[in-house]
């Protein structure tokens, strides 16, 4: 009895355990741990949960966990790391939009630092297996990335952005955007330079195995962009201006391209850009002009004796010259020693508009648009009268003219035909207002006339520098005198103007120190 309910009591205290133990699993929350042996399996991760650690392991730069994620787990990881070393973003994001029928819309921002994101729509496809992954295909990274390609930054920072006529920098490209390249050079045109530039500091490209640009998928692939500028005349020009406390400016021209080759001017003229658009009397350079209109008109040339006395009046107007009298010379003589008297004396007798002719035919009234920068040539009105007739022959009175002009009008004497200023051999110059140079006969007598300025008249310092042709200048302001000397060596035009110097000697001493520049 004792032996079996001894049984019997055992056997109930088991029954008794065995029904507590199902109660109380029946009693565990449906979100019991799954850790937990008795609890209930967690339920398999959506789609949408997919899809969303999915892109944050890719915009983590987590490849290997991105790559898990996927259907193709080799591939994805592979080129998702080979991604991430390509474009080396700084950081970049995924933003969720819209998961409708197993696809998943997202917007991808990369940023490579400051000032340089890149954005653009995606989206990724799911697949229900076993549960539920991101179908692997390269053009979710973007539409256009394929197998065997990536994307890569192309950063040009600390590379060429613009360069000179014979391919030397000027301008290199910076994180954001362009600084002159060491030793830096022509600083009046380097700001416009700079923005024809263009953006294209940095790039996103689409690559193949080689490294090779595909495609360029943001941003510009921009080439370094030639310029007419040259190092060595600009060097040579900006040395010989600086060399001078006055404000002095100087502009050299190619004559038989029109290119520009220098554009200096010293920190005492100022910021504006003076050379190209400053507009002066341009004093007795204009003679080059008036002589022009004297032998088209048959008045004189190059042989013709003319009267050269200390002063002249002529209507309402006495002109005078610089302390000294010639008597009767040749118009070349009277040219090279820029005789007053002789050309105001023979201009006076001209049309009104003679002179308007002639300049316009060295360019006085021709318009340029030069893609990144504003130039003025000149104004020559017609004479109301001869007194406004005689002042402006000789470069006065209402005549104004750039620097940038000036050098214009030797260029087209040295080229014997219109020219056209240049920046860009790339990118043309739009002549809104074009001209026709003086009849080949005129070109010659000026050429003769210019050569002996530097042989026998006041450039005479110049005579050992080569076949320098030229005219001096000097022209009256309010309360000054500006000095001028514009000429031109081989295919080299210049114009060269000191303000406030009160005689041309300062020129011709600014031209011989450019000219011993250049060698």
């Known amino acids: 009895m004792s032996r079996r309910n001894g049984v019997i009591i055992t056997a109930?205290?088991?029954?008794?355990?065995?029904?507590?133990?199902?109660?109380?699993?029946?009693?565990?929350?449906?979100?019991?741990?799954?850790?937990?042996?008795?609890?209930?399996?967690?339920?398999?991760?959506?789609?949408?949960?997919?899809?969303?650690?999915?892109?944050?392991?890719?915009?983590?730069g987590d490849a290997a966990a991105a790559g898990a994620l996927t259907d193709a787990p080799d591939d994805a990881t592979a080129q998702l790391t080979e991604l991430w070393r390509s474009l080396a973003p700084t950081s970049a994001t995924a933003s969720r939009g819209t998961l409708a029928e197993s696809t998943q819309a997202f917007t991808m921002t990369w940023t490579f630092g400051p000032e340089r994101t890149w954005t653009y729509e995606s989206a990724l496809h799911l697949v229900e297996k076993?549960?539920?992954?991101?179908?692997?295909?390269?053009?979710?990274?973007?539409?256009?990335?394929?197998?065997?390609?990536?994307?890569?930054?192309?950063?040009?920072?600390?590379?060429?952005?613009?360069?000179?006529?014979?391919?030397?920098?000027?301008?290199?490209?910076t994180a954001t955007g362009t600084t002159a390249a060491a030793p830096a050079t022509a600083p009046l045109l380097l700001p416009a330079m700079g923005r024809l530039a263009g953006q294209g500091a940095w790039y996103v490209a689409l690559t193949d195995d080689a490294g090779t640009d595909v495609?360029?998928?943001?941003?510009?692939?921009?080439?370094?962009?030639?310029?007419?500028?040259?190092?060595?005349?600009?060097?040579?020009?900006?040395?010989?201006?600086?060399?001078?406390?006055?404000?002095?400016?100087l502009v050299a021209l190619q004559p038989s391209t029109g290119d520009i080759l220098a554009v200096a001017q010293n920190s005492a003229a100022g910021g504006r850009t003076e050379a190209l658009q400053g507009l002066f009397p341009p004093g007795s350079t204009f003679k080059i002009a008036t002589a022009t209109a004297l032998i088209e008109a048959g008045a004189a040339d190059v042989g013709t004796v003319v009267p050269c006395p200390g002063s002249a009046t002529i209507g309402q107007r006495t002109v005078r010259n610089a302390d000294f009298a010639l008597g009767d010379v040749p118009l070349r003589t009277a040219f090279a020693q820029s005789?007053?008297?002789?050309?105001?004396?023979?201009?006076?007798?001209?049309?009104?508009?003679?002179?308007?002719?002639?300049?316009?035919?060295?360019?006085?009234?021709?318009?340029?648009?030069?893609?990144?920068?504003?130039?003025?040539?000149?104004?020559?009105?017609?004479?109301?009268?001869?007194?406004?007739?005689?002042?402006?022959?000789?470069?006065?009175?209402?005549?104004?003219?750039s620097p940038f002009g000036v050098a214009l009008m030797s260029a087209t004497v040295a080229r014997g035909g219109p020219v056209t200023p240049r920046l860009w051999p790339n990118r043309p110059t739009e002549v809104t207002t074009g001209?026709?140079?003086?009849?080949?006969?005129?070109?010659?007598?000026?050429?003769?006339?210019?050569?002996?300025?530097?042989?026998?008249?006041?450039?005479?310092?110049?005579?050992?520098?080569?076949?320098?042709?030229?005219?001096?200048?000097?022209?009256?302001?309010?309360?000054?005198?500006?000095?001028?000397?514009?000429?031109?060596?081989?295919?080299?035009?210049?114009?060269?103007?000191?303000?406030?110097?009160?005689?041309?000697?300062?020129?011709?001493?600014?031209?011989?120190?450019?000219?011993?520049?250049?060698?």
């Open 12 to 60: 109930g205290v088991l029954l008794v355990v065995v029904i507590t133990a199902l109660g109380v699993m029946q009693l565990l929350p449906d979100d019991a741990p799954a850790g937990d042996a008795q609890a209930a399996e967690a339920p398999p991760p959506t789609a949408a949960d997919v899809s969303a650690e999915f892109l944050t392991a890719f915009s983590s």
């Open 130 to 173: 076993e549960t539920w992954r991101v179908h692997w295909d390269p053009a979710l990274v973007h539409p256009k990335l394929t197998a065997g390609h990536t994307l890569s930054l192309r950063d040009q920072v600390g590379r060429p952005a613009v360069l000179d006529r014979d391919g030397e920098p000027l301008l290199e490209w």
């Open 215 to 249: 495609a360029v998928l943001h941003g510009t692939k921009t080439p370094a962009q030639k310029s007419t500028v040259s190092r060595p005349v600009q060097r040579a020009a900006q040395a010989a201006v600086d060399a001078q406390q006055l404000p002095t400016v």
């Open 339 to 401: 005789c007053n008297t002789s050309f105001a004396v023979l201009a006076g007798d001209l049309p009104g508009d003679a002179l308007v002719r002639a300049a316009n035919q060295l360019g006085a009234s021709a318009d340029f648009d030069i893609p990144g920068i504003a130039t003025e040539v000149g104004t020559v009105p017609p004479a109301a009268d001869t007194t406004q007739q005689v002042e402006n022959s000789i470069g006065q009175g209402q005549v104004r003219m």
């Open 435 to 519: 001209y026709d140079a003086p009849p080949a006969a005129v070109i010659g007598s000026l050429r003769t006339m210019m050569r002996e300025v530097v042989t026998t008249g006041r450039a005479t310092d110049l005579a050992g520098l080569g076949a320098v042709h030229g005219k001096t200048g000097t022209a009256e302001t309010s309360g000054s005198e500006h000095g001028w000397f514009t000429g031109y060596r081989d295919d080299l035009a210049f114009a060269v103007l000191v303000q406030d110097a009160g005689t041309s000697t300062t020129a011709v001493s600014v031209t011989k120190t450019f000219l011993t520049g250049l060698g």
